[in-house]
């Protein structure tokens, strides 16, 4: 599946095709994701890589959860998705993460508006939540900036390699994308 965003980013499904391309992306921005990304410690080596993305791939085909990559020009420079999807209930978590050098123009703005397109058009959710830490100003602002209501804080969520951090939780329903897409 793949996802045109503009004429120079695309998403498509995270496949071990990118195994190699997306080991070297996060050996690169390791010290930089770290601030806020827990999981940097359990990708050490390329096989952590492979198995992340052998377990991406099992958890869409189960309708568990879907990871895109994202390309600009053809170049691997994040990766995002619905780390969580409930079809039962209709509801799906939004989790994403871009290299350093390609913050800061709007490039996972554009993304996580095309995953909401996916997440309510193409899965009939009802409801996509982003959680972000609490202190994550320029993750918080993505949400925000999509209209999404912040809803509350949950205390001390998430163990970020040394200290607790809290979560700031956002939502957008359905109703809400369709009254969005009109006005
Ligand atoms: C969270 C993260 C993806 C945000 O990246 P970002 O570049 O700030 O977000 P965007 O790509 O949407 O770009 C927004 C920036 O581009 C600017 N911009 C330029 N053109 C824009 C456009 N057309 N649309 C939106 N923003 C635009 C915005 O003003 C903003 O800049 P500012 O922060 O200086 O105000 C990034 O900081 C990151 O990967 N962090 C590490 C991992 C992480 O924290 N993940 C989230 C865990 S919850």
Not at 5 to 19: G, K, S, T, Y
Not at 66 to 71: C, D, E, G, S
Request: with cysteine; proline share 1%.
């Amino acid at each position: 599946m793949k996802l045109q965003i503009d004429n120079d980013i695309h998403i498509e499904l995270l496949v071990p095709a990118f195994a190699e391309r997306l080991y070297g992306l996060t050996n690169k921005n390791r010290a930089y994701l770290k601030k806020w990304l827990s999981w940097l410690d359990l990708v050490k080596t390329f096989e952590d890589t492979e198995t992340f993305i052998e377990t991406a791939v099992h958890q869409h085909n189960n309708n568990q959860a879907t990871t895109f990559a994202i390309l600009h020009r053809g170049d691997l420079v994040g990766v995002a998705g619905f780390n969580y999807i409930d079809y039962q209930h209709k509801w799906g978590a939004i989790g994403y993460w871009l290299c350093a050098y390609y913050t800061g123009s709007g490039v996972m703005t554009k993304v996580v508006q095309k995953l909401l397109e996916y997440g309510f058009v193409e899965a009939s959710l009802n409801k996509i939540e982003i959680r972000c830490a609490d202190k994550n100003y320029k993750s918080r602002a993505i949400p925000e900036r999509l209209g999404f209501s912040y809803e509350a804080t949950l205390r001390q969520c998430e163990w970020l390699y040394d200290q607790h951090v809290d979560h700031a939780i956002y939502s957008m329903l359905a109703s809400e994308y369709q009254v969005s897409k009109i006005s």
